[in-house]
């Protein structure tokens, strides 16, 4: 559903332009074991040519919060992560581990009534003193959903920045 159904399928689209393979994991599975980050990496690059040192992460909501699981967890494969309307502060906040997370970027919309403009400020402030560069972009005039497709291509090009 990541991949098809937000922003009409721009995802699939941008992947296809600018040359980079996507997985789209279950996010309980991976928020539950995210050691299976290494192993996706390793059973696509038997397919793919997958650069190990270009391997990002991203994900919305439920699946933010996977996503700096697996940048917390994995500083070494992650070269940066992209969250969007979720990955509150305390995924972050007082964690000894979390002071060598690659880059991350925040994503929030301004109409989001589940992460709402002050939770993304205080995501933002923990990140910030986490990562390594946390930068934030918001959409006042979005909301949860929405902001997904508004802002994938934005995204991806932060990410293949990195």
Do not use: C
Request: net charge negative; charged share 20%; no cysteine.
């Amino acid at each position: 559903m990541f991949i098809e159904g937000y922003g009409a399928g721009v995802l699939r689209e941008l992947a296809d332009e600018r040359g980079f393979v996507l997985a789209s994991p279950a996010t309980l599975g991976v928020a539950q074991s995210p050691g299976v980050l290494p192993a996706l990496v390793e059973q696509l690059a038997e397919d793919y040519a997958i650069d190990p040192s270009r391997v990002y992460v991203l994900g919305h909501s439920l699946g933010a919060g996977a996503t700096l699981g697996l940048a917390r967890t994995h500083p070494d494969l992650v070269r940066a992560a992209a969250v969007i309307a979720g990955g509150g502060a305390g995924r972050v906040r007082g964690r000894a581990d979390a002071p060598n997370m690659p880059p991350v970027l925040l994503v929030s919309g301004g109409l989001d009534p589940l992460f709402a403009p002050a939770r993304a400020n205080a995501a933002l402030e923990s990140l910030r003193a986490v990562s390594n560069g946390a930068e934030h972009f918001p959409y006042p005039d979005e909301g949860h959903t929405l902001v997904v497709g508004e802002s994938m291509t934005r995204v991806i090009d932060w990410l293949l920045a990195k």
